[in-house]
């Protein structure tokens, strides 16, 4: 059974860093874009970031460039986030999503072009 499962949520001060973790089980990510994703309270869910099968290339919304950086580890299996300067408006549940189409060297980071998604992890900034 193909899934994903993010960990690394939690509660950090303004300011802080979290690391996010994508892991897949049942399939391999080397051969899919992964895309992050957050949905805020009373928000529709937006794309964070997301890397190419490659590697080679990298997406990020205009509010979280500069703070966040996505990479990740084929030998692992896994992805991840890490987030800096976090903000109270990074407030939400974040999650991963696999694209299973090839798209080539890119990446893009709009909900519908994902295929398999994970549960979701909370991240809170608050003071």
């Known amino acids: 059974q193909l899934q994903l499962v993010e960990s690394g949520g939690g509660l950090v001060q303004p300011g802080g860093s979290l690391r996010l973790s994508c892991a897949a089980s049942?399939?391999?990510?080397?051969?899919?874009?992964i895309g992050w994703f957050r949905q805020a309270p009373g928000k529709e869910r937006e794309g964070v970031s997301c890397?190419?099968?490659?590697?080679?290339?990298?997406n990020y919304a205009d509010s979280v460039k500069g703070r966040f950086t996505i990479s990740r580890d084929n030998a692992k299996n896994t992805v991840y986030l890490q987030m800096n300067s976090l903000k109270p408006e990074d407030t939400a549940v974040y999650y991963c999503?696999?694209?299973?189409?090839?798209?080539?060297?890119?990446?893009?980071?709009?909900?519908?072009?994902?295929?398999?998604w994970g549960q979701g992890t909370q991240v809170t900034v608050s003071s």
């Open positions: 999503a696999a694209d299973a189409v090839y798209r080539g060297y890119v990446c893009y980071p709009t909900e519908n072009l994902y295929d398999y």
């Open positions: 049942g399939f391999t990510l080397d051969y899919y874009a």
């Open positions: 890397i190419s099968s490659s590697g080679g290339s990298t």
